[in-house]
């Protein structure tokens, strides 16, 4: 699916409305990451590294499934991230060894989005923060019916070079889950305390959320790996 559907793609689409998309919701991301220098920082799905190489501070790290988004990550960070591969589900780092996590626009590509926040809590020191993106997948499916009504939707939506698809439903084949906002603001609940919400790009068109997401207790300093 990373092959057919390249996320890196989306940051360099041909279409400057999905580009503005993205940027904003990375801006966001790093807006509410709050890094000192000793901090270690976890993207988890990072993809081609395209949100944490905006970060300059910190101890930084990504993990993802895929071992070719993983090379395309090596070249654009240039050493700067430590990148592992793993599965969210189960990653392969001890407890409480991170005070952030970010985890965007990954969580509805998974079997199970419950055991990757679960992995989260384990993984962050105790007060801890995550920073999560989710679709509005309700939304955009709407807007995409009324563009493929105006049989303008493969016009806007085609990308230029290697990946040219982007499918009519996230849902047929590359999103797993398509809840509500109330069903995951619930779901995460029952691991965090949900500190704060941004809609992204704009107040009143929610194509992405991001979610302010933080543990508590009290910190402690074990080895990461």
């Known amino acids: 699916m990373v092959q057919k559907y390249d996320p890196d793609a989306f940051h360099h689409h041909s ?8 940027r904003r919701r990375v801006k966001a991301i790093i807006k509410l990451i709050d890094i000192q220098k000793k901090n270690r920082v976890l993207e988890i799905g990072c993809g081609a590294g395209n949100v944490i190489e905006k970060k300059r501070s ?9 071992p070719s988004i993983l090379t395309k990550a090596k070249h654009k960070l240039n050493n700067r991230v430590d990148l592992f591969q793993g599965d969210a589900q189960v990653l392969p780092c001890k407890d409480e060894v991170f005070m952030q996590v970010i985890c965007s626009e990954v969580l509805e590509h998974l079997l199970s989005p419950s055991e990757a926040l679960k992995e989260m809590v384990r993984i962050l020191e105790p007060k ?7 679709p ?3 939304l955009i499916n709407r807007i ?3 563009l493929i009504r105006l049989r303008i939707f493969h016009w806007l939506m085609t990308r230029r070079g290697e990946y040219q698809e982007m499918p009519e439903k ?3 084949e590359w999103h797993l889950h398509t809840y509500p906002l109330k069903d995951w603001l619930d779901l995460f609940k ?3 305390s949900v500190v704060r919400l941004k809609k992204i790009p704009f107040f009143w068109l929610p194509l992405r959320y ?3 997401l933080e543990k508590q207790g009290r910190p402690s300093g074990r080895p990461i790996f």
């Open 58 to 66: 910190g101890k930084l790290f990504g993990v993802d499934i895929s």
């Open 170 to 172: 996230m849902q047929d």
């Open 136 to 138: 509005n997948e309700q």
């Open 144 to 146: 995409k019916r009324v």
């Open 190 to 192: 029952r691991f965090f």
């Open 210 to 212: 991001v979610v302010q």
């Open 128 to 134: 801890g923060r995550a920073i999560v993106s989710i």
């Open 15 to 22: 279409n400057p409305f999905v580009r503005f998309v993205e």
